[in-house]
């Protein structure tokens, strides 16, 4: 059975920096991050192929990034300058079909 797990959310202030990983049960050629805000829309925030190919949100980009360590299978969201719009539940998911349970950020001061 496949499993991700997120985890390295929290409460952050605005500017601040938090890193986010996704466990997974094998290693998968693609993965990537997903963000629902509340009220909104599940929206792409990332995505990684092959270790190599990488893909942003215009709103992220030179802000976040993501990388994997396949030794470890697992995937990482680096975030930096935190904004509150930021704030949201953070998704890993898996060659386009297998979904984590999400991890809360929260952007505020």
């Known amino acids: 059975q496949v499993q991700l797990v997120e985890s390295g959310g929290g409460l952050v202030q605005p500017g601040g920096s938090l890193r986010l990983s996704c466990a997974a049960s094998?290693?998968?050629?693609?993965m990537a991050w997903y963000r629902q805000a509340p009220g909104k829309e599940r929206e792409l925030v990332a995505t990684i192929r092959s270790g190599v190919y990488t893909n942003y949100a215009d709103s992220v980009k030179g802000r976040f990034t993501i990388s994997r360590d396949n030794a470890k299978n697992t995937v990482y969201l680096q975030m930096n300058s935190l904004k509150p719009e930021d704030t949201a539940v953070y998704y890993c998911k898996a060659e386009g079909m297998y979904w984590g349970q999400g991890t809360q950020v929260t952007v505020s001061s």
């Open positions: 094998r290693k998968f050629f693609s």
